[in-house]
């Protein structure tokens, strides 16, 4: 790896650390706020709307180290990189989130079909609590979008997105809080199941995205690359394709079959594969192996 790359690679780590550590700072603070919500409610749908904001919280934790440690450069250990930390990373939070769901939707079925319901206490304090969180959340999310598309990090812009959903999930809840306030009492626990019920597809989500990178499936489709590889002129074939990887960090193996006259154009024949792949599906480590149908000077 070059100076460049690895002082350019340093930078960027650097930069997302300090969004990441500021945003968690904010996500520390919503997390107060929604626990005492929730004490001076004791709405159940608030405590679990507060377990989710954690979720944000723990993730900034864990993308801290995990962006020191992604971005560090190959070593004997793991030729490969480091980036898959990352996706273990995400998955293990995927899974607490997993047990977090089955708790607290049992404690939301309990109540919602015991005869004695939960007795709330709600009043405009505690709506203007919540509100105040949803603000906080959305100055998070349009601070963290602007810095993950001005760095071209992937990871802020999905976390982002992620705090976008929790400002959805905030507004249900002051919905169920007001239902809640004027009488209906059982609300809350139904609320509390969808939101559990949001969670879990979320979960289900990062273990969809984790588990093929982890298991190091196919990321890309071998019949695509073979396409635009043998529109290559000069190659005339191209089989044993493999991929694994996700976007910013995939790897790409493949064998053609190459017609050059001599040894320095079938290197600039898998120069020409290289660059049309990575114009397409963006950076990738390129493995790329020719067989002449010939023999070359």
Known sequence: MCVSTMFNQKSYAQEVERVLLIILL??????????????????????????????????????????????????????????????????????????????????????????????????????????????????????????????????????????????????????????????????DALFALAITGFIAYQSFQIFRQTIPVLVDAASLDSTEIESLAVEVQGVKACHSIRSRGRAGDLFVEMVILVTPETLEQAHRLTEQIESKLKEKFGQMAITIHFEPTKPMK
């Open 26 to 187: 904010l996500n520390i603070l919503v997390v107060v706020i929604k626990l005492i919500a929730g004490w001076l409610s004791s709405s159940l749908t608030i405590i679990v709307d507060t377990v989710h904001s954690s979720i944000d919280a723990i993730n900034n934790i864990v993308g801290v180290f995990i962006i020191r440690y992604a971005t560090a450069p190959p070593d004997k250990e793991h030729p490969y990189g480091h980036a898959k930390f990352e996706t273990l990373g995400a998955f293990f939070i995927a899974g607490f989130l997993a047990v977090t769901c089955f708790e607290i939707g049992s404690q939301a079925l309990q109540q919602l079909f015991t005869e004695q319901t939960r007795v709330l206490k709600i009043n405009q304090i505690t709506f203007f609590i919540m509100a105040l969180t949803i603000i906080i959340n959305f100055v998070v999310a349009r601070y963290e979008a602007e810095k993950g598309r001005k760095l071209n990090s992937h990871l802020l812009i999905a976390d982002a997105s992620h705090t976008m959903s929790d400002i959805y999930v905030s507004l249900s809840v002051v919905t169920s809080l007001f239902f809640s306030y004027l009488g209906y009492k059982r609300v």
